[in-house]
């Protein structure tokens, strides 16, 4: 799978944004497919870092429900908290 296949879009929320300036590590949405060591090898290749270790969260599929009946699905997702090695940093908003 090709590294751009793998890294859909950055997670950007309070709560990462914290955990960047705390413990340098950054949130990335990813292909439900794809493992530790393909995301891993996604970001060094994409941002030029190293990375140090990868955690991945997975969110199962779920009903939208309204007044206990269900009325749709809400979509599964798979996230990546990947902790860059010190000294390393992936800055998404340069110069803004």
């Not at 439900?32 to 393909?38: H, V």
């Not at 060094?44 to 009903?63: H, L, Q």
Request: aromatic residues 10%.
């Amino acid at each position: 799978m090709e590294y751009t296949q793998v890294l859909l879009k950055p997670l950007l929320t309070e709560k990462t944004t914290l955990l960047k300036d705390a413990y340098n590590q950054v949130a990335f949405y990813v292909h439900p497919a794809a493992n530790k060591l393909e995301i891993q090898q996604a970001v060094e290749k994409a941002f030029n870092v190293k990375v140090e270790s990868v955690r991945v969260v997975r969110k199962a599929p779920g009903n939208r429900e309204r007044q206990g009946r269900v009325v749709g699905r809400k979509p599964g997702y798979k996230k990546a908290y990947v902790t860059l090695r010190q000294g390393d940093k992936i800055e998404f908003f340069e110069g803004v």
